[in-house]
């Protein structure tokens, strides 16, 4: 059965850099929820879309900023990267509110 | 904001046993579900449950949604190497608006010694 796809798989990026996380959700998905997962941690909830309409928002960073495209797939953009965001991003997707389900996950790593 | 208290922490057991770990909250969630996830790979889904007093099996997993819905219980039977990782509870907010996000207990790791 197809997957939730992220990518890139790993991303390396100076501080004050950008980086832009891309997610695929499964097909027939129309909600797609961001996490941020630090070392040792749970996942974060970071914000969440349903029909391309943010429908719930987390502990984000103002310098983050994420959207739902007409094919349901999402981009998570951040700018001005800090040491501090060097994490594992996963993305879930589900059909409305129904059972999430999470990709493999996007390692970002700020040097 | 809501809190998952998910014991124990760790657990180091010895192939073929049983194991059993749960969630307390301090608040009423609809939907809990039970997450395994390996290093530096995403959770996997192994149990939804979305009624109170709800038991659910999937093979030698067997997992209960508390009837005060701020509980719920993992119970895996005779453990095999391949169990190891962290386990993760996750509790979803009743339903209304837009509130659908998870929030996660602290995980357990396992450890199964063959």
């Known amino acids: 059965a197809a997957g939730v796809i992220q990518s890139p798989r790993h991303l390396i990026k100076e501080k004050r850099e950008t980086a832009t996380l891309k997610c695929y959700p499964i097909p027939r998905h129309d909600t797609v929820y961001w996490y941020q997962q630090g070392p040792g941690q749970d996942p974060q909830f970071l914000i969440s879309f349903y029909e391309k309409m943010q429908s719930d928002k987390g502990s984000i960073p103002d310098r983050f900023s994420a959207q739902q495209f007409s094919d349901y797939h999402s981009e998570l953009n951040m700018s001005s990267l800090e040491l501090g965001d060097s994490a594992l991003y996963f993305c879930?997707?589900?059909?409305?509110?129904?059972?999430?389900?999470f990709g493999p996950g996007t390692r970002l790593t700020v040097l | 904001g809501q809190q998952l208290n998910q014991s124990p922490q760790s657990m180091f057991i010895q192939e073929g046993e049983d194991v059993s770990m749960n969630c307390t909250s301090s608040s009423i969630f609809n939907t809990w579900l039970w997450y395994k996830q390996d290093p530096g790979e995403g959770p996997v889904l192994l149990i939804a449950l979305y009624k109170a007093g709800e038991l659910t099996s999937n093979g030698r997993l067997t997992a209960q949604f508390g009837i005060t819905r701020k509980d719920s219980f993992l119970n895996i039977s005779a453990s095999i190497p391949s169990d190891v990782g962290i386990y993760f509870c996750?509790?979803?907010?009743?339903?209304?608006?837009?509130?659908?996000?998870?929030?996660f207990g602290k995980g357990t790791l396992l450890t199964v010694n063959p």
């Open positions: 996750a509790g979803q907010l009743p339903g209304g608006g837009s509130n659908y996000k998870l929030t």
């Open positions: 879930a997707s589900s059909i409305g509110v129904d059972t999430q389900y």
